[in-house]
């Protein structure tokens, strides 16, 4: 269940449509493009606006692990995209390691947490070291 609305947010946002990720007010957002969101009523129209840079894509989720419990559920995965930006036409790889958090009260699951950052191939540690400098 909260895997296939995952698969339906990445969907969605890929091509251009960020409701999906509306947080409740304590949520937070570690997104792919950097910096971090607290949730709240404005979540919405950031995610949207993030996500209209977007004018097209494909894609589907992997599953690595997940466990659900006392009303708490995490899913870590990886979401395998390719996408086309809005202000450029080429295709684009746009892989991400992903962890979400739900929280159940009495009307579903909540989001209230996601981390995602760019799945990038394994470099030697100096290289990486670099980008921080």
């Known amino acids: 269940m909260l895997l296939e609305r995952c698969r339906r947010d990445h969907h969605a946002w890929i091509n251009g449509d960020g409701s999906g ?6 949520g ?3 997104g792919a493009i950097g910096g971090y969101s607290l ?3 404005d979540t919405t129209a950031r995610q949207s606006a993030v996500a209209r840079q977007w004018r097209s894509g494909s894609g589907q989720l992997e599953f690595l692990n ?5 009303g ?3 899913l870590a995965f990886i979401e395998r995209a390719v996408v086309v930006f809005d202000d450029d036409p080429t295709e684009r ?4 390691r992903v962890t979400e958090v739900f929280r ?5 699951w909540h989001r209230v947490h996601r981390h995602a950052d760019p799945l990038v191939d394994r470099w030697p540690l100096a290289e990486i070291a670099s980008l921080l400098d």
């Open 93 to 96: 790889r746009w892989d991400l």
């Open 72 to 74: 708490v559920a995490w």
């Open 66 to 70: 997940g466990a659900a419990n006392d």
């Open 104 to 108: 159940q009260s009495a009307d579903g």
């Open 39 to 41: 949730g709240g009523p």
């Open 28 to 30: 937070t957002i570690l």
């Open 21 to 26: 990720y509306a947080l409740p007010p304590d």
